[in-house]
């Protein structure tokens, strides 16, 4: 039986606190926050085998629709960045294979976790195992205000260029493994 969200949508993914060694960490910049209507135009994948980063995807995509000025203002990215990307429908499948079916570590991970279901109809996806590193720095991260990615890098004094899909993959990488390392 499928999990409901708070949002009443069934949650295709198996969310975990067990802790794991080996996990793609994923983070997607989009036009806007709702998965299905809005459209992903960055995606950010690093794969860590035995904590240690092995690999790498990285690329813009062309949503095939106009960036507001507000999205381009949090992420940096243009119109004009995308215009020769590629679009979904070419990388979705490239990304599935890239996972590979490991656990997937995300923050906030509900967001992103609705963007990758959300290219189900271009190509199927499996049921992951997923982390959120919001749950996961809730219970291990007392000291901070909120577990917002950039409080928690902030306190951790990571460099983070923010609202990057890579530069968030790292960030969240470091939080998981910091939390990993005091539970």
């Not at 990304?95 to 279901?117: K, Q, T, V």
């Amino acid at each position: 039986m499928a999990r409901k969200t708070s949002t009443g949508a069934a949650q295709k993914y198996k969310p975990s606190m067990k802790t794991v060694e080996n996990y793609v960490v994923l983070d997607f910049e989009t036009t806007g926050l709702k998965a299905g209507s809005d459209k992903i135009i960055q995606i950010g994948a690093v794969k860590y085998i035995g904590h240690n980063r092995e690999d790498t995807m990285y690329l813009l995509i062309n949503p095939e629709r106009h960036i507001s000025s507000t999205i381009t203002r949090i992420t940096g990215i243009t119109n004009a960045d995308v215009q020769e990307a590629p679009v979904i429908e070419e990388v979705a499948h490239e990304l599935i294979a890239f996972i590979e079916g490991l656990p997937i570590i995300a923050h906030n991970a509900p967001f992103d976790m609705g963007f990758l279901y959300a290219l189900e109809e271009i190509t199927p996806i499996p049921e992951y195992t997923v982390i959120d590193t919001v749950r996961l720095a809730r219970k291990a991260i007392t000291e901070t205000p909120n577990h917002k990615l950039t409080t928690l890098s902030a306190f951790l004094e990571l460099e983070h260029n923010a609202h990057d899909a890579l530069g968030d993959c790292l960030a969240t990488a470091a939080i998981y493994q910091f939390c990993v390392s005091r539970l």
